[in-house]
């Protein structure tokens, strides 16, 4: 997706946009589909920079509740960068769960504890 499309979104598709994006990129990853894994982590990327840059980046917070685990952790990694206090408490909680996701809460709050977490 180019950045231009971005750009024109709304805020609402951005976020629905992130929120698809995440799904997809769990099923890819149980599917072993790098390549299409690759092409919905380019996308939640590109819409978050999109809300960034708009300053729009609180919009992600009410997915914080999802039933999607993976959205979950998505979204609180990246509220590392804007509203820690509410992505750290749901990190916590997936990194101790097994399987991906926990993994990835695990390292994420770990990189982001030690100053190293690069935000896209």
Do not use: C
Not at 6 to 12: C, D, H, L, Y
Not at 18 to 45: F, M, P, T
Not at 78 to 103: T, Y
């Amino acid at each position: 997706m180019s950045a231009r499309k971005f750009q024109k979104a709304s805020i609402e598709e951005l976020v629905q946009w992130y929120a698809e994006s995440s799904v997809a990129y769990e099923q890819s990853l149980n599917a072993a589909d790098s390549r299409s894994a690759n092409r919905a982590a380019d996308k939640i990327s590109g819409a978050y920079r999109e809300l960034r840059s708009r300053s729009a980046t609180s919009h992600l917070i009410p997915l914080l509740k999802s039933e999607n685990e993976t959205v979950r952790t998505h979204v609180a990694a990246h509220a590392l960068e804007f509203a820690p206090e509410l992505g750290e408490p749901v990190l916590l909680w997936i990194a101790k769960r097994p399987g991906f996701n926990g993994i990835a809460a695990h390292y994420a709050l770990k990189a982001w504890r030690e100053g190293t977490l690069k935000f896209p």
